[in-house]
């Protein structure tokens, strides 16, 4: 495709609930990265990716949170254990190569109830 | 730890009238990003800024770099409603690396 590809663009699930968030990037970027903004303010960092392995995963916030990249294109977010604080909007970038710039994903929006 | 600060947060326009925001960040960094993004929207990539005193221009909006005083100004010329929207500067702090963004300003353009 031309962009970023999220899906679904909105899931809504109960607490507890383990959700996977997928990410198609542009075709030959390799580096990918994934955000997670809340209401108001800006992206933060959650993990990069420099082909199929993690560059930094820094970002992640515990180890309810976990990435994959198996292939070097399409990448899984998966959260186990949701809690009512993951809720926000999970946006995934790719870019040619890491330090080029990066296109933005529509992201997919995650309520847990 | 960087640190990016973006003032102000929210900022009302009339049409017609020029501002500036303002970015701050705390530490060294490679380089500067300004992004867009419109209400429930992804974020649209503005300008790159790779160097001290880079300055870019994209009709209405310019973009400044001072490496030194660790400042980035998104300056406004004339502003239309059609500019109404977040706007977030981002730094890389590291080649390749991850952006830390700021807060976000939001712009609202009133005719």
């Known amino acids: 495709g031309a962009g970023v590809s999220q899906t679904p663009s909105n899931k809504v699930t109960e607490k507890g609930k383990y959700v996977e968030l997928r990410c198609d990037p542009i075709s030959g970027h390799t580096a990918l990265y994934w955000y997670r903004q809340s209401l108001g303010q800006g992206p933060e960092f959650l993990i990069y990716?420099?082909?199929?392995?993690?560059?930094?995963d820094s970002g992640l916030p515990n180890d309810r949170f976990f990435a994959v990249r198996p292939e070097g294109s399409v990448s899984t977010l998966k959260i186990q254990r949701t809690e009512r604080g993951d809720s926000a909007v999970y946006l995934c970038?790719?870019?040619?190569?890491?330090?080029?710039?990066?296109?933005f994903g529509q992201g997919t929006r995650l309520t847990v109830v | 730890e960087l640190k990016v600060e973006q003032n102000p947060l929210f900022l009302s326009m009339q049409e017609g009238k020029n501002y500036t925001i303002y970015c701050n960040y705390s530490?060294?960094?490679?380089?500067l990003y300004w992004y867009r993004q419109d209400p429930g929207k992804s974020l649209e990539s503005l300008f790159v800024l790779l160097s001290n005193g880079a300055v870019k221009q994209e009709g209405r909006l310019m973009a400044s770099l001072d490496t030194k005083a660790r400042l980035s100004t998104l300056h406004i010329t004339a502003a239309v409603h059609d500019l109404s929207a977040t706007y977030f500067c981002?730094?890389?702090?590291?080649?390749?690396?991850?952006?830390?963004f700021g807060a976000g300003t939001i712009l609202r353009v009133k005719s």
């Open positions: 990716f420099q082909g199929t392995g993690a560059a930094d």
């Open positions: 981002a730094v890389e702090r590291e080649y390749g690396n991850k952006l830390v």
């Open positions: 970038a790719s870019s040619r190569t890491g330090g080029t710039e990066a296109f």
């Open positions: 530490t060294t960094s490679d380089r």
